[in-house]
């Protein structure tokens, strides 16, 4: 059950008496009654980097190395971030997962050949429960290093078309390691997440076979999915920009949906997506007693591994008031249904005041924070239900929310 895409999107909203956002209450102002929001929230999405670059030790190498690397260190974790205001929390309770892997191959090496990853560089593999400045800088560092560390006199002839095709390969887990340090980097993988190829040179191919050969196309059984290769092909001068220079890596390039960008401001490694997320706004509330504990109950549908006590996960209470362990049929395949369990004590109150949360746990609550939205014609509120830590970035789950509400006066 996994998908690729945003951490949180909105399924759908379904409403006893409920209208919509932006429209008018179809109750009585102040009336209680019960909706069901349904979402679903899944990790980040572990990234592997392969960057094939040229490894020519002359200036002209050490040129597009330095380009190459400046890109990455400015822009890579942009491009796979959505954007803060739509989708990525900034809320210091959500744990959001660091999943980064990267492979730095100099193409003149043989393969088979030790090349920069997690099998020769620790520093090339991190992985957090948390994102944070400190740990997307070590991780980012390391790559920019390997990058300039590339350079080489091998002596072989130049195949980043091949080398990317093999490493891919490996990746992907449709070829078996040819060597020690190609085993541990394979090892080294987290269970799923993207592959990201980026090519950068100066020079054109030298790989035996047509261009089309090296395409990376989705098989059945692959451990990740490839997101569209990149290339970058800046002439020796960095002055002249366009296809066609090239013709082995731009008909590659070309074929994979992409071309060569410009070698001035070429963007490689920005994303440009566009966010799926949106506000939740309803003229309503859920109704919180004297203790601050919600009518609302949260149900995942997930994957059959156990409910997670460490995600404030639990086994459903049946009709008896038993927790136990439950699996459905979810349309034709099996699933299990946890419950998110709501905080209780000093955590709940720290989730309904503190914005830091420093006595939270995982879990939800609803909060008295400020999170009041005009998008809605001001007569509107989000949905102020706040979870923390890992509950809803650690696994992928379809979420149904179910709350008793109320309608707030105009």
């Known amino acids: 059950m996994r998908r690729r895409g945003a951490a949180l999107c909105l399924a759908g909203v379904g409403a006893l008496g409920a209208g919509g956002c932006g429209s008018d209450p179809v109750v009585p102002a102040g009336s209680v009654t019960q909706l069901s929001l349904s979402t679903c929230s899944s990790p980040k999405d572990a990234r592997v980097v392969l960057i094939v670059v040229d490894d020519d030790p002359t200036e002209q190498g050490q040129a597009v190395r330095a380009r190459l690397a400046e890109r990455f260190h400015s822009t890579f974790e942009r491009g796979v971030h959505l954007p803060v205001e739509t989708c990525t929390s900034t809320d210091p309770a959500v744990w959001v997962p660091y999943d980064r892997y990267a492979v730095v191959v100099s193409p003149s090496r043989p393969l088979g050949a030790d090349q920069a990853s997690p099998g ?219 419950e998110i369990l709501e905080l209780e004590g000093p955590a709940l109150e720290s989730c309904r005041h503190d914005w830091d949360c420093t006595e939270c746990g995982p879990g939800f609550c609803v909060t008295e924070l400020p999170g009041s939205s005009d998008v809605c014609r001001g007569v509107s509120a989000l949905w102020p239900i706040r979870f923390t830590h890992s509950s809803l970035t650690a696994r992928f789950a379809y979420v149904d929310v179910v709350c008793d509400i109320e309608h707030l006066t105009e």
């Open 120 to 338: 020769t560089d620790r520093a090339l593999v991190i992985r957090s429960e948390r994102e944070t400045p400190e740990a997307m800088a070590a991780w980012t560092d390391a790559v920019v290093r390997a990058i300039f560390k590339a350079g080489t006199d091998a002596g072989g002839a130049f195949r980043p078309l091949e080398a990317q095709a093999h490493w891919a390969r490996l990746l992907l887990g449709r070829e078996a390691p040819a060597s020690e340090s190609e085993r541990a980097a394979v090892e080294s993988l987290p269970v799923a997440g993207a592959v990201q190829i980026f090519v950068g040179s100066a020079r054109d191919d030298q790989s035996d076979l047509d261009p089309r050969e090296y395409l990376i196309m989705p098989e059945a059984g692959d451990r990740f999915f490839v997101d569209l290769p990149r290339a970058m092909t800046p002439d020796p001068s960095f002055v002249h920009c366009g296809s066609g220079r090239l013709p082995r890596i731009d008909a590659w390039a070309k074929e994979n949906g992409t071309r060569p960008e410009l070698c001035v401001d070429h963007g490689l490694f920005d994303a440009g997506w566009v966010a799926d997320c949106f506000p939740q706004c309803m003229p309503l509330e859920p109704v919180v007693d004297e203790s601050g504990a919600s009518h609302c109950r949260v149900l995942a549908t997930t994957d059959l591994a156990p409910c997670d006590a460490a995600l404030g996960w639990a086994d459903p209470v049946g009709s008896d008031g038993v927790r136990r362990p439950r699996e459905i049929d979810y349309y034709g395949s099996p699933a299990r249904l946890c």
